[in-house]
T-cell receptor, first 112, second 113 residues
Framework: EPEVTQTPSHQVTQMGQEVILRCVPI?????FYWYRQILGQKVEFLVS????????KSEIFDDQFSVERPDGSNFTLKIRSTKLEDSAMYFC??????????FGSGTRLTVV | GQQLNQSPQSMFIQEGEDVSMNCTSS?????WLWYKQDPGEGPVLLIA?????ELTSNGRLTAQFGITRKDSFLNISASIPSDVGIYFC?????????????FGQGTILTVHP
């Protein structure tokens, strides 16, 4: 069964530092997403990416966030200057277009 | 923004019992999805629904896309201990098949052996 792979599984960073979360989507998928889940809460949409550009983003995805597909396999989420409230599980997902999305196992980001 | 109201928030049942949970929305969705999340893992797709009125099964799981396109339910029959987890509904609106998902708050399911 194809998987979405995320690294690292855990990341602890100091407030104000930059972090990059990495994802390898399923190889034949065309649409890529980042979602986050604050502990005990629901999953929230951050951004979708298609054809090398952002197709949609939420209010959460402000100027501190950026996404990139630096090569043919990786998809990254960068948080430029982390805040305490950025602590959450960050999930990458991908899809062929239509159907459900396949989610990765997530990166737990803790900002101290 | 769009909101999905998922209920119940939690359920405590005995092994073998049937379970039902549902989601409602004030706005229309063109796709309903049901996911299960185990602790420390990402959501795993259980069932996808694409047409109003559609009823779909996946083993012991059955889900329906409400006729008004504003609601969906998930039933689990003859529950077993490994059904434990958090169940999320998610809806997709708009005209595309790749738009953002809006998630419900989740139903925490506990199954006592």
């Amino acid at each position: 069964e194809p998987e979405v792979t995320q690294t690292p599984s855990h990341q602890v960073t100091q407030m104000g530092q930059e972090v990059i979360l990495r994802c390898v989507p399923i190889s034949n998928h065309l649409y890529f997403y980042w979602y986050r889940q604050i502990l005990g809460q629901k999953v929230e949409f951050l951004v979708s990416f298609y054809n090398n550009e952002i197709s949609e983003k939420s209010e959460i995805f402000d100027d501190q966030f950026s996404v990139e597909r630096p090569d043919g396999s990786n998809f990254t989420l960068k948080i430029r200057s982390t805040k305490l409230e950025d602590s959450a599980m960050y999930f990458c997902a991908s899809s062929e277009g239509g159907g459900g999305y396949t989610f990765g196992s997530g990166t737990r980001l803790t900002v101290v | 923004g769009q909101q999905l109201n998922q209920s119940p928030q939690s359920m405590f049942i005995q092994e073998g019992e049937d379970v039902s949970m549902n989601c409602t929305s004030s706005s229309i969705f063109n796709t309903w999805l049901w996911y299960k999340q185990d602790p420390g893992e990402g959501p795993v797709l259980l069932i996808a629904l694409y047409k109003a009125g559609e009823l779909t099964s996946n083993g012991r799981l059955t889900a329906q896309f409400g006729i008004t396109r504003k609601d969906s339910f998930l039933n689990i029959s003859a529950s077993i201990p490994s059904d434990v987890g958090i169940y999320f509904c998610a809806g997709r609106s708009g005209g595309t098949s790749y738009g953002k998902l809006t998630f419900g708050q989740g139903t925490i399911l506990t199954v006592h052996p």
